[in-house]
Antibody
Framework: EVELVESGGGLVRPGRSLRLSCAASGFAFSTFEMNWVRQVPGKGLEWLSHSSGSGRTMYYADSVKGRFTISRDNAKNSLYLQMNTLRVEDTGVYFC???????????WGQGTVVTVSS | DIQMTQSPSTLSASLGDRVTITCRASQNLSHWLAWYQQKPGKAPKLLIFRASSLESGVPSRFSGNGSGTEFTLTVSSLQPDDLATYYCLQYNGFSWTFGQGTKVEIK
């Protein structure tokens, strides 16, 4: 059974950093593209970043380019999101999601909450 | 950047009604569009991928159509379990963009 479990969220001051993790199981992790998506409370979904299966190709939304870095450790079946220079508007629920353009994002984690506040 | 316009933002319908949600793109997406259902406090669930392919396990009352710049998600007969917010997701080669969402309410 495919499972994605995010962790690492919490309360952080503006300007500080946070690293999110997504532990994957139940599938051949290294062969799948992965993504980070966030949702501001009461608002819509926002795609943030994409990683190829190898981790060599990465894409970012303009809103996080230069501040957030996606990475993965295929030996540990884990995806990461390093978030630097956090802003109040980065507050939200962060989801990791498996997939790419061919089949969409077919499996999602339950999300981890990030709150940026002074 | 490709702009996605999803409509309506809210839809109120009766059980058994046929309902349709539309996503329009500012550029040609070919068939790279997916549809999701999200219930409060839950992660989104994939319904349709590649514009019209039904995800395994999704009821056949859901269908997707369209290509290029206009896409639709149709529920042929609205059920109580369909109360949710629906999002389209487009892919344009370097990034993905979600539509603004459509909240479906039971009248």
């Amino acid at each position: 059974e495919v499972e994605l479990v995010e962790s690492g969220g919490g309360l952080v001051r503006p300007g500080r950093s946070l690293r999110l993790s997504c532990a994957a199981s139940g599938f051949a992790f290294s062969t799948f593209e992965m993504n980070w998506v966030r949702q501001v409370p009461g608002k819509g979904l926002e795609w943030l970043s994409h990683s190829s299966g190898s981790g060599r190709t990465m894409y970012y939304a303009d809103s996080v380019k230069g501040r957030f870095t996606i990475s993965r450790d295929n030996a540990k079946n884990s995806l990461y999101l390093q978030m630097n220079t956090l802003r109040v508007e980065d507050t939200g629920v962060y989801f990791c999601a498996r997939g790419g353009p061919v089949r969409g994002f077919d499996y999602w984690g339950q999300g981890t909450v990030v709150t940026v506040s002074s | 950047d490709i702009q996605m316009t999803q409509s309506p933002s809210t839809l109120s319908a009766s059980l058994g009604d046929r309902v349709t949600i539309t996503c329009r793109a500012s550029q040609n997406l070919s068939h790279w569009l997916a549809w999701y259902q999200q219930k409060p406090g839950k992660a989104p669930k994939l319904l349709i991928f590649r514009a019209s392919s039904l995800e395994s396990g999704v009821p056949s009352r859901f269908s997707g159509n369209g290509s290029g710049t206009e896409f639709t998600l149709t529920v042929s007969s609205l059920q109580p379990d369909d109360l949710a917010t629906y999002y389209c997701l487009q892919y344009n080669g370097f990034s993905w963009t979600f539509g603004q969402g459509t909240k479906v309410e039971i009248k």
